[in-house]
């Protein structure tokens, strides 16, 4: 076998490969997502205005959202070196955001492989495509825009390993779907309302309407399975799994890389992070779209609503998206 590029890693995955020789629809509701997955591609070289010009170092994002903002660190800083610090900070975060979709893309791809039924099946190969597209669209502004670029969080590629390397689909679901996914819907959708850069908000905009769908199909894939398929046992290895996945997403966004490349106290800075009044908001307004799903799967007793209480993330619990608003109009979630 010839030696692989060292910008690749492989990640072993026992998956079956599952055939179903029964083409007719089970899931009306899963079958209308793929045909409003259809209507709603769209082409990233086209429907975004790519030559609006964006200055890296400008105020993209509120300098209130960094976490040292405000704190004797900051006030220190000249003019430049805060202007650096926004510029490595939108690195990160969008490199964060690029990994991450090339991790929904691998597990999406998976997806299709093992799931038994066919209306799963064809709305999983509609995601392997807006996957593609939206690592093409991160992955062109950093480049083209930001000119700069960071390396995969580890906690984040931990995670990713994790939904990978399982065998089990509803893992994939769970971990990728409502989990990740979840996650990256509610901290897009802090970025349109905040962004101050007209290409960014517009890019996010048209990721987020595709990842609604996304978090629509793994609530509409698992919502009943849980319920009538799991032991007490499987259902806890599940509880178990969401809640350590919390506790990794949550603890991901110290950002400790941007604070050593910009030459800050890097245990400083990220005790900043764990302690900002607004950075501890940010973090559990990231999870306002996992915890209502959770609970929506059955997932939710009192054993993981504990664990989310000491996480200051179940007062979400009550959060609902209408279901039908999920497949017809995904704009809606995004609205939520």
Known sequence: MPELP???ETVRADLSATFTWRYDSDDPGIRRLYAHAKRDQWDAATALDWDQP??????N??????????SPLWERMTTRERARLRHESMAWLLSQFLHGEQGALLATAQLVDAVPVMDAKLYAA???????RHVEVYDHYLRAKVEKAYPINPDLKMLLDQILSDPRWDMKYLGMQILVEGLALAAFGFIRGYANEPLLRDLIEHV?????RHV????????????????ASEIRERQEFTYEACVVMRDRFLARDVWERVGLPADECCRYALESPTMIEFRRMLFSTI???????GLLDEWLRRRFAALGILHYEDLEADDDALVGAPAALVAH
Do not use: C, W
């Open 6 to 8: 060292r910008e690749t």
């Open 54 to 59: 964006v200055d890296p170092e400008a105020e």
């Open 61 to 70: 994002l509120p300098d209130s959202q960094i976490a040292i903002y405000g």
């Open 126 to 132: 509609t995601q392997v495509m807006d996957e593609a």
């Open 208 to 212: 987020m309407r595709d990842e609604a």
């Open 216 to 231: 629509a199909f793994g609530v509409l894939s698992l919502r009943d399975f849980y319920r009538t398929h799991f032991t």
């Open 291 to 297: 915890v209502p799903n959770v609970k929506k799967l």
